[in-house]
């Protein structure tokens, strides 16, 4: 994952890829979130704020940084079981961490949420799978989205 492209494109890609309306859906609030947050669905937008001010899930206002952590908790609910389960923990944890980086610590801050998101939605998603705890995946994207708005 690069800090290029637009966050709507990569919504999509990750509700193609795990074929489903659900994971189309929380996507896609996602990017809305994201948008509300940084102002621009650029993906390299996003990251050059999070450059600037820091990770976005220590960021204050409490609304913003709320926004951040329901929009990965988010991507994580819907981690479909398998070998995209990584990949959609990696994307909650550069929703939350940003993919700017600027500095070795930045670099360390961001790898380190690459690698916890990936590591948490390979032990999540096949435990959540076949529960109804997914369901409140776009629910959550929507609140991220709104809180994001709010701030």
Same mark, same amino acid.
């Given at each position: 994952?690069?800090?290029?492209?637009d966050?709507f494109?990569?919504?999509?890609l990750?509700?193609?890829?795990a074929?489903?309306?659900l994971?189309?859906?929380?996507?896609?609030?996602?990017?809305?979130?994201?948008?509300a947050?940084w102002?621009?669905s650029s993906?390299?937008?996003?990251?050059?704020?999070?450059?600037v001010l820091?990770?976005?899930?220590l960021l204050l206002?409490?609304?913003?940084?709320?926004?951040t952590?329901l929009a990965a908790a988010a991507?994580?609910l819907?981690?479909p079981?398998g070998?995209l389960a990584?990949?959609f923990?990696?994307?909650a944890g550069l929703?939350a961490?940003?993919?700017?980086?600027?500095?070795? /610590?930045?670099?360390?801050v $961001? +790898? @380190?949420?690459l690698?916890a998101? !990936? *590591?948490l %939605?390979?032990f &999540?998603a096949p435990?959540?799978? /076949?529960?109804?705890v997914p $369901? +409140? @995946?776009?629910?959550l994207?929507? !609140? *991220?989205a %709104?809180?994001a &708005?709010?701030?």
């Amino acid at each position: 994952m690069t800090s290029t492209g637009d966050a709507f494109l990569l919504a999509l890609l990750l509700g193609f890829a795990a074929r489903s309306r659900l994971v189309g859906a929380t996507t896609t609030a996602v990017a809305v979130a994201l948008l509300a947050r940084w102002g621009s669905s650029s993906l390299a937008a996003a990251a050059g704020a999070q450059a600037v001010l820091g990770p976005a899930f220590l960021l204050l206002p409490v609304p913003s940084m709320a926004s951040t952590w329901l929009a990965a908790a988010a991507l994580l609910l819907v981690a479909p079981v398998g070998w995209l389960a990584p990949l959609f923990g990696a994307t909650a944890g550069l929703v939350a961490a940003g993919p700017g980086v600027t500095s070795p /610590l930045d670099a360390l801050v $961001r +790898l @380190a949420a690459l690698a916890a998101g !990936a *590591a948490l %939605a390979w032990f &999540v998603a096949p435990r959540l799978a /076949l529960t109804w705890v997914p $369901r +409140l @995946a776009p629910g959550l994207a929507v !609140a *991220a989205a %709104a809180l994001a &708005v709010a701030a």
